[in-house]
């Protein structure tokens, strides 16, 4: 029994190592063609090298403003998960629920669009602020999570609203542009001043974060939350 034990847990250890190579090697072929392409193109401006890129993106003041940034985004996660799993559930068991909620989510959706068309609007209500931002990023993500999840794909339905509540507070930064902190505004001064290096150590730093919290936050210890919550019902 003993020994079988161990056999499983060496098992699971190969399978995630074998997993975790299978991974990498999309990352290690699109950074590697990303230098080759960078050395012989030698353009800086078009673009830089990704060794260069890397080492902006371990900069000090990139790093206070990913945790502005992300500071906001993990409000957001908390608003979106909160109001958009219960209008979720209410869908899901609730069938007169579902006929009312439904088509008027998806006509909110589509009149205002993906938080592009209704940006306007929320800085004709309340101006150039950090609430018209958090709204931005809050908005149309808990329609998409209440939709989602009321098929019953609640994890899903959250890390979709994460990718958008994520994309949008950086695009409602860069319309706000405060200087307050924030990847959205770092972009923005970054591309005035053609400082190529860092435009794509953020790209680097916002794939990366997401991808962290995506997959570890989310999916996995998300996954398991779920899963114990639906076993005990």
Request: aromatic share 14%; net charge positive.
């Amino acid at each position: 029994m003993k020994t079988k034990m161990i056999g499983d847990k060496k098992l699971k250890q190969e399978t995630r190592t074998v997993r975790w190579f299978y991974h990498s090697i999309p990352f290690i072929m699109l950074f590697l063609f990303w230098e080759l392409l960078a050395r012989v193109i030698h353009d800086p401006f078009i673009l830089p090298p990704f060794s260069a890129v890397v080492v902006s993106a371990f900069s000090p003041s990139l790093a206070y403003h990913l945790g502005s940034t992300l500071t906001f985004s993990l409000l957001g996660l908390l608003i979106i998960s909160l109001v958009g799993l219960s209008l979720g559930m209410l869908i899901r068991r609730f069938k007169k629920a579902e006929w009312a909620l439904n088509p008027f989510f998806w006509f909110l959706l589509f009149a205002f669009g993906i938080g592009i068309a209704g940006t306007p609007m929320l800085i004709v209500w309340f101006g150039l602020s950090q609430l018209t931002v958090l709204l931005h990023s809050v908005l149309m993500p808990v329609l998409v999570v209440a939709l989602i999840s009321g098929y019953g794909a609640k994890l899903t339905a959250v890390r979709v609203g994460f990718l958008l509540c994520w994309s949008l507070r950086v695009g409602g930064e860069i319309v706000e542009m405060s200087g307050d902190g924030g990847l959205g505004p770092k972009l923005s001064q970054c591309y005035f001043l053609h400082n190529m290096e860092m435009m794509y150590a953020i790209m680097l730093v916002m794939g990366f974060t997401g991808l962290f919290f995506d997959r570890v936050l989310l999916k996995y210890l998300g996954g398991k939350i779920i899963r114990k919550m639906e076993s005990r019902k």
